[in-house]
């Protein structure tokens, strides 16, 4: 299993992949990802008003859409990067991984991520780290990870 420890810094729209090699290593950036859908307005992401459904009575019937609009952006977004993840662990890139990201985010990267992928998660941090330099980054995983 390689040394390599892989950090996810990310929110619904914005991420990065970091690369640590081991001791004294520090971080390296593998990977830079926008996703502008997640940054829009949720009536720019709908492409329709709730359709019309006949009511009961003399009322007016509609149905709204099951999921938010930038919600199912998020979840996107995280199922791209849960799938980035998942490969990096089965082509042998990473033998354990941090993730940090808000809350609300977190929870869907870790609904996206597959089981063997998400037992080498180590540390999570519901954070939103992502507008933070390297070095700011390297001060909050001097917990987790000797850079």
């Known amino acids: 299993m390689p040394n390599t ?14 690369a640590n090699h081991g001791t004294k290593k520090g971080l390296k950036i593998l990977k830079e990802t926008e996703h502008p859908e997640s940054r829009q307005k949720s009536a720019d992401l709908a492409t329709d008003r709730p359709g019309h459904m006949p009511g ?50 977190m929870g869907l990267l870790n609904d996206k991520l597959d089981g063997p992928t998400a037992k080498l998660v180590s540390d999570r941090f519901e954070k939103d780290y992502t507008k933070a330099s390297e070095k700011e980054l390297t001060g909050h995983l001097e917990s987790c990870i000797y850079l």
């Open 5 to 18: 420890t892989w950090i996810l810094v990310a929110n619904a729209s914005t991420a990065k992949i970091y």
């Open 56 to 105: 009961i009575g003399n009322g007016h019937g509609a149905c709204q859409p099951q999921t938010d609009p930038k919600r199912n952006a998020a979840q996107h977004f995280a199922q791209e990067l849960a799938r980035e993840f998942n490969h990096g662990r089965s082509t042998n890139q990473f033998g354990r991984a941090i993730l940090i990201a808000p809350s609300s985010f």
